[in-house]
Nanobody, 120 residues
Framework: QVQLVESGGGLVQPGGSLRLSCAAS????????MGWYRQAPAKERELVAS???????NYADSVKGRCTISRDSAKNTVYLQMNSLKPEDTGVYYC??????????????WGQGTQVTVSS
């Protein structure tokens, strides 16, 4: 069974940095796009950043210049480097991946989420 496991969340002061990681495991033929979403309290889940198989990236306007998404295809892992963090970056961060798996075909998978709290 395909799983996405996130790590790297935590409590950080404003202006600090965090690096999130998300590793996909299980029977995988290939991974198309990968991305990070976040959900703040009482708000809808929103895209933070995404990266295609060929490395094309897309960022939410609110994080442009502060966050960098990257992936290691050999490890089926996606990273999100977040710098100059602000209190409004607080939320649960979810990893997402479009994965082509045996018997399932192309399917959207989500991680369990990792909490990021930016506070002094």
């Amino acid at each position: 069974q395909v799983q996405l496991v996130e790590s790297g969340g935590g409590l950080v002061q404003p202006g600090g940095s965090l690096r999130l990681s998300c590793a996909a495991s299980g029977p995988i033929f290939s991974i198309s796009s990968m991305g990070w979403y976040r959900q703040a309290p009482a708000k809808e889940r929103e895209l933070v950043a995404s990266i295609t198989k060929d490395g094309t990236t897309n960022y939410a306007d609110s994080v442009k210049g502060r966050c960098t998404i990257s992936r290691d295809s050999a490890k089926n892992t996606v990273y999100l480097q977040m710098n100059s963090l602000k209190p409004e970056d607080t939320g649960v961060y979810y990893c997402n991946a479009e994965i082509y798996a045996p018997r399932v075909g192309l399917h959207d998978y989500w991680g369990q989420g990792t909490q990021v709290t930016v506070s002094s």
